[in-house]
């Protein structure tokens, strides 16, 4: 069955410093991977996305790859802020058509 | 951005009764959109797709006579969870899927449901 695993339970960053966050999955051939913001109570928040012919991404801050032989997609935060502090979900995707089904998330915590 | 309005924010009702939950796409139309319940510090678990003018697809082990989801329109869904107990107090999330062809999907802020 498919299979979604994002690293640890909660990962605690200085201000300041690169976050990187990992998104690893089986069973899969996504077309595409896609990562949202969640912050607590709240609906997610689209970030990035990145196709399967695409080995990196960037916006501003955030920077995202793409290994599909890894079966795998890192996200950075760069020069990270206590305001990044949220729930970090990845969601590989099969097609424009396809439903999407998101990773347990991984809970970053950004230390003034 | 795409917007999509959820409502109610928070209801609490007793056990038994029925409760309605309206997700709207403000300034798009959406054919699809979806449903999703969250337990507390757990991912977002896929309920079903709501597709306009023809039934839902519910995901298995989701109970569709429990979880009634209508979607009459091209900018609502609505999903009533019927005679709720204290086992379906949880936080229930809806969103639309971009019509753009790149399926990124813009979600309500969520319902939180508590049943007594």
Not at chain 1, 18 to 41: E, K, V
Not at chain 1, 66 to 95: M, N, R
Not at chain 1, 99 to 104: D, N, P, Q, R
């Amino acid at each position: 069955s498919q299979k979604i695993e994002q690293n640890s339970e909660a990962l605690n960053i200085q201000e300041g410093k690169t976050a990187t966050l990992t998104c690893n999955y089986t069973n899969y051939s996504p077309a595409y991977l896609q990562w949202y913001r969640q912050d607590p109570g709240r609906g997610p928040v689209f970030l990035l996305l990145i196709r399967e012919n695409e080995k990196e991404k960037r916006k501003e801050r955030l920077k995202v790859t793409f290994d599909t032989t890894l079966k795998q997609s890192l996200f950075h935060i760069t020069a990270s802020q206590p305001a990044d502090s949220a729930t970090y979900l990845c969601a590989p995707v099969g097609g424009s058509a396809s439903k999407i089904i998101f990773g347990s998330g991984t809970r970053l915590s950004i230390r003034p | 951005g795409a917007v999509v309005s959820q409502h109610p924010s928070r209801v609490i009702c007793k056990s038994g009764t029925s409760v309605k939950i309206e997700c709207r796409s403000l300034d798009f139309q959406a054919t699809t959109m979806f449903w999703y319940r969250q337990f507390p510090k757990q991912s977002l678990m896929l309920m079903a797709t709501s597709n306009e003018g023809s039934k839902a697809t519910y995901e298995q082990g989701v109970e569709k006579d429990k979880f009634l989801i209508n979607h009459a329109s091209l900018t609502l869904s609505t999903l009533t969870v019927t005679s709720a107990h204290p086992e379906d107090s949880s936080f229930y999330i809806c969103s639309a899927r971009d019509q753009g062809g790149i399926n990124i999907q813009y979600f309500g802020a969520g319902t939180r449901l508590s049943v007594l």
